[in-house]
């Protein structure tokens, strides 16, 4: 159906929670809705040696408990409570968030920073898009109109990961201004395999290299946390709106990343 009305001006409907609303204001007027929330098969989340799964109707309630017995798991669980009030959560879902790429998406973030694998298809086939191709720009992605995004893929992360992640809004439930989630191993007392992501705060979330460089080696202290926040205040491009402008973000960012860090410690 996706292949006959996405062309159409027609648009998946999923969970509808950003959608809906989307459509009330009257800022989206589709044509046509293609309801995928019956197709038993999307709503399925599995393990497969490295990878979590997590197919196109997995609310985000569904993570509320770990998923998965492992670091991943837990991060999915400590992330998911900052995602919009409990209701919204039993009926958004997971890859609705990510197709619909707003830059303070709590999953953007996490598929971002964790170098996620999306799988699209239509009936010209299959094709799997890496998260850094993926997200384009503001609520702008690579899906072509008649592509259903069929699952996202995680990569299990190795055991010892320690994870942080902080945001900052205005009310519990709100959009995030900013927030950071990072991840890396200690090894012999050093910070390796350092993965430092910003979300809210630029058009799109993404990893902030020069950021994670300022934690490579070093020790997991206060020292090396303000050093990789400063840093990735500095190179960021922060978004203005009514909420805050580009300098509060350009703060908000230092702070959140610093926390993360503290906490990925703690
Ligand atoms: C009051 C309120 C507060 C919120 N706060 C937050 C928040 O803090 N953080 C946050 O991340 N979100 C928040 N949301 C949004 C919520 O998380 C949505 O559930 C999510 O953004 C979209 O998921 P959905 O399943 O509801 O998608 P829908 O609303 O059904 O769809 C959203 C868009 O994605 C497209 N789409 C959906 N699924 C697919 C698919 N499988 N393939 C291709 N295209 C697809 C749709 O066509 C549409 O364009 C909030 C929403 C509300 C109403």
Redesign the pocket.
């Known amino acids: 159906m996706?292949g006959e009305f996405g062309p159409q001006d027609g648009?998946?409907?999923?969970?509808?929670?950003?959608?809906?609303?989307?459509m009330a204001f009257r800022m989206?007027r589709?044509a046509h809705?293609?309801d995928?929330n019956g197709v038993a098969e999307?709503a399925r989340h599995s393990r497969d040696g490295g990878t979590l799964s997590i197919g196109?109707?997995v609310?985000?309630a569904a993570f509320h408990r770990p998923l998965v017995d492992t670091e991943l798991g837990r991060m999915l669980s400590t992330v998911v409570r900052?995602?919009?009030?409990y209701p919204?959560?039993t009926?958004?879902?997971?890859?609705?968030?990510?197709?619909?790429?707003?830059p303070?998406?709590?999953?953007?973030l996490v598929a971002a920073t964790l170098g996620a694998e999306m799988v699209?298809r239509s009936k010209r086939g299959q094709r799997v898009i890496a998260a850094e191709h993926f997200f384009e720009g503001l609520m702008t992605?690579a899906?072509a109109e008649d592509?259903?995004?069929?699952e996202v893929r995680l990569p299990i992360l190795p055991s010892q990961t320690r994870f942080g992640f902080e945001e900052f809004?205005r009310r519990a439930?709100?959009?995030?201004i900013a927030m950071a989630l990072v991840t890396y191993r200690v090894d012999r007392g050093v910070i390796v395999e350092p993965r430092v992501g910003i979300g809210g705060a630029e058009a799109r979330p993404r990893r902030i290299a020069e950021a994670e460089a300022a934690l490579q080696g070093r020790p997991p202290a206060l020292e090396a946390f303000q050093a990789a926040a400063a840093v990735a205040a500095d190179v960021i491009d922060p978004i203005e709106d009514i909420q805050s402008d580009a300098e509060y973000r350009r703060d908000l960012v230092r702070t959140v990343t610093r926390r993360a860090l503290e906490r990925a410690a703690a």
């Open positions: 996706l648009r998946v409907l999923a969970g509808g929670q950003s959608l809906v609303p989307i989206a589709p809705l293609v995928i999307l196109a109707v609310r985000h900052h995602i919009a009030h919204i959560r009926r958004g879902t997971f890859c609705g968030s990510i197709a619909h790429a707003d303070a998406s709590e999953w953007c699209a992605t899906l592509e259903l995004l069929t809004n439930g709100d959009f995030a």
